[in-house]
């Protein structure tokens, strides 16, 4: 499905049971400028793909590190936001394992390892349309005060 805000993609079996972190993700302008694509968003579980483009790479011509890490940190975004408490990231890492060009498709997996209180650590995997690791990210949320349902209505 296409969210005609925003243009971001995407193809959630569920979607006649709009997820939690939906109202979040059709207001992204950065991830829908950059073509992502969210293939799944079940609570602690996200999955995200993104073609790379010539202007995505870097002066080598190689996928700019820094999108590699928003494709990763969008995952993380939508795996952290499970309800309609807003969850954002409190920091997070990454490694890059495997440099990758424009014409690639590149797959963000996040998984929630725990949760616990207001924090949560999650695990955001990135392949390259062949399987192979391009990139491994660790991510800490902390869950706010504010409700999505309270941002929704401008409160």
Do not use: W
């Not at 990231?89 to 949760?115: C, E, M, N, P, Y």
């Amino acid at each position: 499905m296409t969210d005609a805000a925003t243009e971001v993609t995407t193809t959630d079996a569920a979607a006649a049971e709009p997820a939690p972190n939906r109202a979040m993700m059709e207001r992204d302008l950065a991830s829908s400028a950059l073509g992502m694509v969210v293939e799944r968003d079940d609570p602690g579980h996200a999955v995200v793909s993104m073609r790379v483009r010539e202007d995505m790479t870097n002066g080598f011509k190689i996928t700019h590190g820094g999108l590699v890490f928003t494709l990763a940190d969008t995952a993380f975004a939508i795996a952290c936001n499970e309800d309609d408490n807003i969850t954002v990231a409190a920091g997070a890492d990454i490694t890059f394992l495997k440099s990758t060009v424009a014409g690639q498709t590149l797959t963000a997996t996040a998984v929630r390892r725990t949760r616990s209180g207001r924090t949560g650590l999650y695990d955001v995997s990135v392949v390259d349309e062949h399987g192979d690791a391009v990139a491994e990210f660790r991510g800490r949320s902390i869950t706010t005060n504010r409700s999505l349902q309270a941002e929704q209505r401008g409160a």
